[in-house]
Nanobody
Framework: QVQLVESGGGLVQAGGSLRLSCAAS????????MGWYRQAPGKQRELVAD???????NYADSVKGRFTISRDNAKSTVYLQMNSLKPEDTAVYYC??????????????WGQGTQVTVSS
């Protein structure tokens, strides 16, 4: 069984920074793309950023230049450094990963989410 566990959310003032972490655990043979999504109240879940196992990154236009996604393959962990935060960044942030296990093969998994609140 695979688990993705996020941490690092919280309350921050506009202009501040937060760093989110997402650690994958379980009988993992490999991890391909990992990403961060977010969902604000009353809105659809949207991609924030993702990163391939080779380090190729992709960002939503709304966060380019402010957020940085990175990963530590040895720790099966993906990070999201969020700078210059704005109130519109307030949302629940979810980690998503394409994880291969020895028993099942390759599937997408979601974390439970972590709240990020940016006050004006």
């Amino acid at each position: 069984q695979v688990q993705l566990v996020e941490s690092g959310g919280g309350l921050v003032q506009a202009g501040g920074s937060l760093r989110l972490s997402c650690a994958a655990s379980g009988s993992i043979s490999s991890i391909n793309t990992m990403g961060w999504y977010r969902q604000a109240p009353g809105k659809q879940r949207e991609l924030v950023a993702d990163i391939t196992s080779g380090g190729i990154t992709n960002y939503a236009d709304s966060v380019k230049g402010r957020f940085t996604i990175s990963r530590d393959n040895a720790k099966s962990t993906v990070y999201l450094q969020m700078n210059s935060l704005k109130p519109e960044d307030t949302a629940v942030y979810y980690c998503k990963g394409r994880v291969s296990t020895y028993a099942i093969g390759s599937l997408w998994y979601w974390g439970q989410g972590t709240q990020v609140t940016v006050s004006s």
